[in-house]
C-alpha cells in the first residue's frame, strides 16, 4: 500500500537558551502510515508529541530554529523542501491550544479562511463552510473568542474539516472534549478515509477498536504495541496513560466539616448574542472533601467557575464563603481573595522572567521576611518538580508550566481552588499527584473536568451541568 | 449601506472637519453625524466613543484658550487673558474636529463587518497582501485585547487581598507593569504561533485568493451609491451656503 506519512531516521533538537539547555528531543525516529489508518501517538507530558506534530507540518524547525536531521515524507513530497501554505491540501494540523489557532473575528471567517486561500469560488466555500460547522453544531456568526474552550477546540476541527486534507495531525485534539464529540469526531475520521495522527496523554476507552495503530512516544522515538492485551493494559498504568487500580486515598472527612463555599440561586448571562443561561439553585462546596464538575462543552463549567472566583458577577444570587463559624455573604473582590481559580492554560497565569519571581510574587506582597520566603520556595520547587529558581518559565515545557502555576497558588494557600480542566495535557496519574498536594482538612477543592472515571475518583460529590442547569 | 460607498464618505467627511470652514458648519456636521449614529446604531454607541475620546476633549478644552488670547477678553487673571473669544472659538473648532473625526470612523467600524471593509479596500484597489495584513491585523487587535483582559484577571486572582492596601495614583501605573509585560511576552510568544497558523491555512501562497463574501452587486449597489453621492454632495454644496 503507499504510505501517506514517512518519517525516516527523524532526529531533532531545539536550540540551546540560557540556563535551559536542550537535549535532543528525537532520536532516529522512524514512522509510517499507510494512506487511511487512524494511529494514536500516546506520549507522557513533555515527550515531544507537540513538536512531532509540529515538525511533520513542517513548521519546526521553520519557525523555531534547530536541527533536524532525517527524512519526511507526505503525499510522496519532501516535507522539509516545500513551504506549510503549499501543502494545506497534504497536511492540516490541529493546535493543542486552539486559541493559539484562531485569528478571525468570525466562525464561518475562520472556516472559510483555507478554502479562500485555495482560491475556491464562493458558492463552493459557503457550501464547505456550513456542512463542516454544522456537523459539529458549531454557531457560524459568533466571534470565536466568545467560545468555551471545547468549542475553540470543535472550531479548529471544523476548519480541517472545510479543507479536507490528506494527512490530519490532531495534538491531542481529544482533550476537552465532551465524550459525545469525541465518539463523533472519530466516528467521522473513520469514515472520511483521511490518514490521521492522534497524540494524547491519556488512553481513552472509546480509542479501543476505533485506531488501527497505537504507538508510544518516550525516549525520543516510536514504539508500535498491540492493543487490547493484558501487557498492554500493564503498560498504560505503568506509564500513567490511566489511572492505576483503585489506590486508597488520604480522602479527608469529605463534607463532614460542612461546606466552605455555598452558592444560591445563581443566574447568570453573557451580554449580547446567544441564548446562553446560567441557572444553579444551590451549590455547595466541602470543607475538605472535593467536588467534581462536569458537563458537555459550553454547558457553563468555566462560567461558573468565574462567577466563584468573584471574576464575573451573577445577575441574581448570593455565594457564601464560611471561614469558621457561619457561612458570609462575600463580594467579589473578597471571593478572589479566598477562591483561587487555576486556568485552563497556565501561559495566562505566569507571567514574570524566572520561577523564583514567579513563585515569591504573592508572598513578597504578603511582606514575608525573604528568608522564610526563601525556604518555602525551596519546598515548592521539591515538591511540585520544578526544573530549578532560575529557569525561565516561558520556556518551560508545558507540564512544567502548569505544575509552576499550581505551586504559585499553592503558595498563596487560598481555602477554595479550582483547577479548571486541570487533567488536560498532563495524564490522569500526574493531575492526581498535583491535587493530592493540595488536599487540606480545612480547604475546598474543585475539579472541572471531561474524564468521569477521573471525578468518580476524586471527589466526594459530583454535579452535572447541561445547557447551564445542573442536570 | 454598502460599505464600498461608506468608505469614501468617511475620508470626505474627515476632510470636510480639516477644512476652515465656519463653526455653525463644523456643528452642524457634527449635529447630522450624530443624529445618523443615533437613529442607525442607537444612543449607547452615540456615547461610547465620545467617553473614549473624553480625557482628550477635556484636554483641548481647558489648553486651547490660554493659548490664543486674541479678541475679547472673558477672563483675566492679572494681566493674563485665559479666556477670550478667539480661545472659545479655537477650543470649540478643535474639540469639533476631534469628535466629528472620531465619529465619521466610528460609523465606518461600527457598522462594517471588517471582511466587508477588506472587500471595499479591495475594490479601490489595495493590493491582495496589504489587504491580507489589514485584515490580520484588525481581527488581531481584538483577539491582543481577549488576551490582555485575561491576564488583567490572572493578575487580580493572584494579588487580591494579600495585604496590599488598594493601589492609588503612581501606585495603579506601577501595578499594571507587571500585567503590560506578560502581554507582552505573551504577544512576543506568539507572534511565531500566529505566523504558523497563518500559513497552515494557506498564507503566502501565490494563487489569487477568492473570497467567501462578496458585497452586493446591482440594484443594491446603485442604491447605495446614490445615497452615498446625495450625502456627499449636500455636504460639500452646504459649504457654499455658508459664505
Ligand atoms: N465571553 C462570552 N461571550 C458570550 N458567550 C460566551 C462567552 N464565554 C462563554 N460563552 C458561552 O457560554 C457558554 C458556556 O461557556 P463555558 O466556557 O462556561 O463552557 P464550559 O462548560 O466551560 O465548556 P468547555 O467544556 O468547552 O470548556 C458557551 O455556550 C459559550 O459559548
Ligand atoms: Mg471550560
Redesign the pocket.
Known amino acids: 500500500m503507499k504510505s501517506a506519512l514517512e518519517v525516516r531516521g527523524l532526529s531533532f533538537r531545539f536550540p540551546d537558551y540560557p540556563n535551559l539547555p536542550a537535549a535532543p528531543l528525537f532520536r532516529e525516529l522512524d514512522l509510517e502510515l499507510p494512506a487511511g489508518q487512524i494511529a494514536l501517538v500516546l506520549g507522557a507530558p513533555d515527550s515531544g508529541k507537540s513538536t512531532l506534530c509540529r515538525i511533520l507540518a513542517g513548521l519546526v524547525p521553520r519557525f523555531s530554529g534547530g536541527t533536524l536531521e532525517g527524512s519526511i515524507r507526505i503525499a510522496a513530497r519532501s516535507i522539509l523542501e516545500s513551504r506549510p501554505y503549499e501543502r494545506i491540501r497534504d497536511v492540516g494540523l490541529v493546535f493543542q491550544n486552539p486559541a493559539e489557532q484562531l485569528f478571525t473575528a468570525r466562525c464561518d471567517a475562520e472556516a472559510a479562511f483555507a478554502l479562500e486561500s485555495l482560491g475556491w469560488p464562493a458558492q463552493r466555500i459557503r457550501r464547505s463552510v456550513e456542512a463542516a460547522l454544522s456537523s459539529l453544531a458549531l454557531p457560524a456568526d459568533?466571534d470565536p473568542?466568545?467560545?468555551?474552550?471545547?468549542?475553540k477546540?470543535k472550531l479548529a476541527v471544523a476548519c480541517l474539516l472545510a479543507v479536507r486534507p490528506a494527512v490530519w495531525l490532531l495534538d491531542e485534539t481529544f482533550e476537552?472534549l465532551?465524550s459525545g464529540t469525541r465518539l463523533c469526531l472519530l466516528e467521522r475520521l473513520r469514515a472520511s478515509g483521511r490518514t490521521v495522527l492522534i497524540t494524547s496523554a491519556k488512553w481513552y476507552e472509546l480509542f479501543g477498536g476505533r485506531v488501527d495503530r497505537v504507538f508510544l512516544l518516550s525516549g525520543g522515538r516510536l514504539r508500535e504495541v498491540r492493543p487490547g492485551t493484558a501487557s498492554f493494559h500493564a503498560l498504560l498504568r505503568k506509564e500513567g496513560f490511566q489511572l492505576g487500580a483503585r489506590k486508597p486515598r488520604s480522602r479527608a472527612t469529605g463534607g463532614a466539616g460542612g461546606a466552605i463555599l455555598e452558592a444560591e440561586d445563581l443566574r447568570f448571562a453573557?451580554?449580547?448574542?446567544?441564548a446562553?443561561r446560567?441557572e444553579i439553585p444551590h451549590l455547595r462546596i466541602p470543607r475538605g472533601g472535593t467536588l467534581a464538575v462536569v458537563?458537555?462543552?459550553?454547558?457553563?463549567?468555566?462560567?461558573?467557575a468565574r462567577i466563584l472566583c468573584g471574576l464575573l458577577a451573577p445577575a441574581v444570587g448570593t455565594v457564601r464563603f464560611r471561614p469558621d463559624g457561619d457561612l458570609q455573604v462575600m463580594d467579589r473582590t473578597s471571593l478572589s481573595r479566598r477562591v483561587a481559580y487555576i486556568f485552563?492554560d497556565p501561559d495566562l497565569q505566569i507571567f514574570l522572567p524566572t520561577v523564583e519571581e514567579e513563585l515569591a510574587y504573592g508572598l513578597r506582597l504578603q511582606g514575608l521576611e525573604e528568608e522564610r520566603i526563601a525556604a518555602r520556595l525551596r519546598g515548592a520547587v521539591e515538591s511540585f518538580r520544578l526544573p530549578g529558581l532560575s529557569a525561565p518559565p516561558a520556556l518551560l515545557s508545558y507540564g512544567a508550566r502548569k505544575r509552576l502555576q499550581a505551586a504559585v497558588y499553592h503558595l498563596l494557600d487560598r481555602p477554595v481552588v479550582i483547577f479548571?480542566?486541570g487533567d488536560s495535557g498532563l495524564g490522569a496519574p500526574e493531575f492526581v499527584r498535583l491535587l493530592d498536594l493540595f488536599r487540606d482538612q480545612a480547604r475546598g477543592l474543585v475539579v472541572?473536568t471531561?474524564d468521569l472515571e477521573l471525578a468518580s475518583r476524586v471527589a466526594d460529590a459530583t454535579v452535572r451541568?447541561q445547557k447551564?442547569r445542573v442536570a | 449601506m454598502d460599505p464600498r460607498c461608506k468608505l469614501p464618505l468617511a475620508v470626505l467627511f474627515t476632510v470636510l472637519f480639516f477644512l476652515p470652514l465656519p463653526l455653525v458648519l463644523l456643528g452642524a456636521y457634527l449635529g447630522a453625524l450624530s443624529l445618523a449614529i443615533w437613529l442607525g446604531l442607537g444612543f449607547r454607541e452615540l456615547v461610547r466613543p465620545l467617553r473614549t475620546i473624553a480625557p482628550l476633549l477635556l484636554l483641548v478644552l481647558l489648553l486651547t484658550p490660554p493659548f490664543q488670547r486674541g479678541g475679547q477678553a472673558y477672563l483675566r487673571i492679572g494681566g493674563l487673558t485665559l479666556l477670550s473669544a478667539d480661545g472659545v472659538r479655537e477650543a470649540a473648532r478643535l474639540a469639533l474636529r476631534l469628535t466629528g473625526v472620531t465619529f465619521a470612523f466610528f460609523v465606518l467600524l461600527r457598522s462594517t463587518a471588517p471582511a466587508d471593509l477588506i472587500l471595499a479596500l479591495r475594490a479601490f484597489g489595495l493590493p491582495f497582501g496589504a489587504g491580507l495584513v489589514v485584515s490580520v491585523a484588525l481581527q488581531y487587535v481584538p483577539g491582543l485585547k481577549g488576551l490582555f483582559d485575561q491576564v488583567q484577571d490572572a493578575h487580580r486572582l493572584r494579588r487580591a487581598g494579600n495585604g496590599a492596601p488598594p493601589a492609588r495614583g503612581l501606585q495603579v501605573v506601577r501595578s499594571l507593569l507587571p500585567q503590560l509585560t506578560s502581554v507582552l511576552i505573551l504577544s512576543i510568544r506568539r507572534i511565531p504561533i500566529l505566523a504558523m497558523a497563518l500559513e497552515m491555512r494557506g498564507v503566502g501562497r501565490t494563487n489569487r485568493r477568492s473570497s467567501m463574501r462578496r458585497l452586493p452587486q446591482g440594484r443594491r449597489l446603485v442604491l447605495s451609491s446614490l445615497a452615498a453621492a446625495a450625502v456627499g454632495l449636500g455636504a460639500v454644496v452646504a459649504i457654499f451656503l455658508f459664505p
Open positions: 459568533r473568542q466568545t467560545l468555551s474552550g471545547g468549542e477546540k476537552e465532551d453573557y451580554p449580547g448574542e446567544g446562553f446560567l458537563g458537555d462543552n459550553g454547558s457553563g463549567k468555566s462560567t461558573l485552563q479548571d480542566e472541572i471531561h451541568l447551564g
